[in-house]
């Protein structure tokens, strides 16, 4: 049967290049350098950690290396693009969040030049805002490609990816708040105080994409344990997948830890285990751990709280 629909994401998505092949995504890599360091520091495409393991990337960090990120350039974009429209397949193209990375805007450029070049033509390419990033990336995606599989068509899947979006749900916690502060997520005197005290913050997407801080626990056991109760109160599967996510900054087993707990909840429950990649490890550090599932429309969900001036790449 031929593909209705091809399918792109960036590589934030966590995906595994396994994954990636199994499920017939094309990604488009972003890229990460040590600024003060650029040819002998931490630096690479993030590859989905083919030439780089997860280990080696994070404990390079807990031993002092502070990566920068930068979305795939507009040549990438042009040449993944042109791809595609060479293959004669609509295609559509997901982004992490406009609201972290320039990359959705990036992307849009692009296409928009695309356009130009075929003004007669109906350029069937398309690029979805995900408001999403890492392992929520994740979940949205797999469930994209099986709308996708299932037989729905370009222009519908991105209807149902732009409301969709919205049903994802996703809590996560740091190890500690230094590399938001690096960031310029947190300033430096709450991020000080909060690790003296051993306060995790426990964030979230806000509707618009978003981090905003939706809860804190006193020390990482507490903050798991919160992870697996917010989810026990809010999931929801409407028409997809009985699927959830639990991802990891290289702390595989506690990782592995929560998603037994949610099987013990529902052992019909299929969790997907992505490890956080590259482009966003280079902002939380090691240790981050996240939950993401199938939930209610959060518009009408009204704990919304920003985080100001957080991005994840230029």
Not at 7 to 30: G, H, K, W, Y
Not at 42 to 51: A, I, K, P, R
Not at 75 to 93: H, K, M, N, R
Request: charged residues 25%; glycine residues 8%.
């Amino acid at each position: 049967m031929s593909v209705k629909c091809n399918i792109m994401c960036d590589s934030t998505c966590d995906f595994t290049a396994e994954q990636a092949t199994e499920r017939n995504v094309t990604i488009l890599p972003f890229h990460y350098v040590e600024a003060d360091k650029p040819n002998g520091g931490l630096c690479g495409d993030d590859d989905l950690f083919q030439s780089r393991s997860a280990h080696e990337f994070y404990d390079a960090i807990r031993h002092g290396a502070t990566p920068m990120t930068s979305q795939p350039s507009q040549l990438e974009y042009d040449e993944a693009f042109q791809a595609a429209y060479e293959s004669g397949v609509p295609t559509v193209l997901f982004c992490i969040s406009s609201a972290l990375s320039g990359g959705y805007n990036g992307a849009v450029m692009s296409l928009d030049r695309l356009k130009e070049a075929h003004p007669d033509e109906e350029i069937r390419i398309y690029v979805v805002d995900s408001l999403l990033a890492s392992t929520a990336l994740t979940l949205l995606l797999n469930e994209a490609c099986n709308k996708r599989d299932e037989g729905m068509n370009a222009e519908r899947l991105v209807i149902w990816a732009e409301e969709a979006r919205y049903r994802v749900h996703t809590l996560f916690m740091v190890d500690n708040l230094d590399a938001l502060h690096r960031g310029g997520r947190l300033p430096k005197g709450v991020a000080v105080i909060g690790d003296a005290l051993d306060v995790k913050a426990l964030l979230h997407f806000n509707l618009d994409g978003s981090l905003g801080i939706r809860s804190v626990a006193r020390g990482r056991k507490k903050g798991m344990r919160k992870l697996v109760d917010y989810y026990a109160k809010n999931v929801k599967i409407e028409d997809e997948a009985n699927v959830c996510g639990v991802g990891d900054a290289d702390v595989a087993d506690e990782g592995f830890g929560i998603a037994s707990e949610l099987r013990a909840l529902d052992d019909s429950l299929e969790v997907l285990r992505p490890t956080i990649g590259p482009t966003i490890g280079s902002h939380v550090g090691p240790g981050m751990l996240s939950l993401v599932f199938w939930g209610s429309d959060r518009r009408n969900d009204k704990a919304v709280t920003k985080v100001k001036g957080v991005r994840v790449a230029k």
